[in-house]
């Protein structure tokens, strides 16, 4: 797939599982950092894709977190740090969890 492909996609990630799997596409150099338009992650971790990662990560990004997983939102908030985007927001939904769809 060449990396033309990619251009103008957006990526909405669900929980954690989605993360690990942008990693191992980064690693191969499949995905470069240009190629997302757009990071949406609802409920998710993304402090698992790692430091490295999140630094590579300049699309504007959304996350959301709800209001009650005080850990998960800990863990968001500092992975928003990391983040190099010009455009991110961190966005609580109050009274949520991970659980909730």
């Given amino acids: ?15 954690q599982n989605c993360l690990p799997l942008i990693q191992t596409l ?3 150099c499949i995905l470069p950092k240009e190629a997302a338009s757009a990071w ?16 590579r990560v300049h699309a504007p990004t959304l996350l ?3 209001g009650n997983d005080e850990e998960v939102l ?17 966005t609580i939904i109050p009274g949520a969890t991970h659980r909730q769809a």
């Fill in 1 to 15: 797939m060449s990396y033309y492909s990619f251009r103008n996609v957006g990526f909405f990630l669900l929980l």
């Fill in 26 to 28: 980064r690693a191969v």
């Fill in 40 to 55: 949406v992650s609802r409920g998710g971790r993304p402090d698992l894709a790692g430091k490295v990662i999140l630094r």
């Fill in 64 to 66: 959301l977190v709800g």
């Fill in 74 to 90: 800990n863990l968001n908030v500092n992975a928003l740090k990391d983040i190099k985007a010009e455009k991110k927001t961190l």
